[in-house]
């Protein structure tokens, strides 16, 4: 239990960071989940870039250090990020990654390494090449085995007067370069389909692709996602944008084989250009049912001071989400955050992708559709959790990263559609993720 607290943890300070924007700077923030309170405490240095984060868990009024997470940085970047655990009053070594950047100031390697009987343990890294100042024309993974480093894929990239063309995909066996797959940008004015092929029996196969419509004002009207089934194109699932003077909509379907069924929706109000309103929805029993509501409030200098989400549930169970910017004091300010988790998720109808049975063991992922990127696997196994979330092409956007977490985090990822495949043990799930901002 307290390492989900800790994960918990590790999801708001996060979410906390990734919210404030250059003017915002957390100094501390306490949050409470059920009878559980942590305080994260935040310092910079004099270029207001954070170089210490830590987290304590306070019982009963005792505090007690529950993990740490050191920053360094150059000229040209983050150079460093170092996080520890607590253990027995301890600091324990968990997780670095390290960067590098050439004399351009462009970023050059990745390097990352887990934490091994208390000592850093190399174990991955990602080389970035480049044409010119500008262009990066391969991106190369490396994995440390123990004695010296092997090449495991690479991505290609291919301009056409600067703008993306293509992604090369490839894997490496017996250290030599093998095709994997591309990804063919076509442009007509705008981005107008993305094309996914892949190898089978040694011929560059088409796999799926996503078409683009918009409108004459050049307003992204549909999206759609098809699937090649040997023969021709097939729907898989859209997107419809709308837009009225009160604000936008999206819906999402899915094609069921001979029609589309609705999966969510959300609506969005804006005043002047911001939005104050975003309302989610998800199809069932012939309708559309609540699923949350976000408000945002702006001072009158136009800047973002709270955003509430309420999460919407079946019987009395409900979950509030509240973010409170501050003014800034002293180049720094104070992010409140608050949570009530009293929340019992259901199986709402036989066609929901949000939740899978296998072998009378539940598992859940929620909130499915997510308004920032996070979500959560719930389940009643006590045994280790995997994940790793592909685009709808197959390519990995973020991993567990070998450990054992219940957080999914898609926040740098773009809206849209993604597959987690999750491991519990020996049992195996496919989630669809709908990440819609």
């Known amino acids: 239990m307290k390492h989900l607290k800790w994960l918990y943890c590790c999801v708001l300070s996060l979410m906390a960071v990734s919210a404030s924007a250059e003017k915002w700077l957390i100094k501390d923030m306490d949050f409470v989940r059920n009878d559980t309170t942590f305080r994260v405490v935040c310092n910079y240095n004099s ?4 170089v210490s984060r830590s987290v304590v868990y306070l019982d009963e ?25 607590w253990q027995n009053g301890q600091k324990i070594k968990f997780a670095k990654t390290e960067w590098e950047y050439n004399s351009d100031g462009l ?52 301009y056409n007067n600067e703008q993306l063309a293509m992604l090369s995909f490839d894997v490496a066996e017996n250290e030599v370069w ?15 389909s993305v094309v996914y092929k892949e190898v089978v029996e040694d011929e560059m196969t088409e796999k799926n692709r996503t078409l683009y419509i918009y ?9 759609k996602q098809q699937k090649w089934n040997g023969f021709n194109w097939q729907d898989d699932c859209k997107l419809v944008f709308g837009a009225s003077e009160q604000g936008k909509t999206t819906i999402m379907s899915d094609w069921n084989v001979q029609y589309w069924s609705r999966m969510f929706k959300t609506s969005e109000t804006y005043n ?39 999460y919407d549930f079946f019987g009395d169970d409900e979950s509030d989400v509240r973010q409170d910017f501050l003014q800034v004091q002293d180049n720094e300010a104070i992010f409140q955050y608050c ?37 959560y696997i719930e389940s009643s196994s006590i045994e280790n959790i995997h994940w790793r979330v592909y685009t709808m092409q197959g390519f990995l956007m973020a991993s567990d990263n070998g450990s054992d977490s219940r957080l999914i985090d898609l926040t740098h990822c773009p809206k849209g559609i993604y597959v987690a495949n999750i491991s519990i ?3 195996k799930y496919a989630i669809k993720l709908i990440k819609i901002n």
């Open 47 to 50: 270029k207001y870039q954070l």
């Open 61 to 85: 009024g005792m505090p007690e250090n529950y993990a740490l997470t050191e920053q360094a940085f150059s000229s040209y970047g983050r150079t460093l990020q170092a996080d520890y655990l």
């Open 107 to 158: 970023l050059s390697s990745e390097t990352r390494y887990d934490g091994v009987s208390n000592n850093w343990q190399v174990c991955e890294q990602t080389l970035f090449f480049y044409q010119g100042t500008t262009l990066c024309t391969e991106q190369r993974h490396l994995r440390f085995d123990g004695s010296r480093w092997q090449p495991e894929s690479r991505i290609i990239f291919e």
């Open 178 to 192: 093998k095709p994997y797959g591309v990804l063919v940008f076509n442009y007509e004015d705008h981005l107008k």
């Open 215 to 223: 409108t004459p004002s050049s307003e992204l009207k549909y999206e």
């Open 272 to 310: 002047n250009r911001f939005m104050t309103r975003q309302n989610g929805y998800f199809y069932g029993y012939n309708m559309w049912l609540p699923s949350y509501t976000t408000n945002v409030s702006v001072d009158e200098t136009n800047r973002k001071r709270s955003i509430s989400t309420a």
């Open 339 to 375: 949570s009530n988790a009293l929340v019992t998720y259901i199986r709402v109808d036989e066609t929901s992708v949000d939740q899978l049975y296998e072998n009378e063991q539940q598992i859940t992922v929620f909130p499915n559709s997510s308004p920032d990127g996070f979500y």
């Open 425 to 427: 043990g020996l049992q």
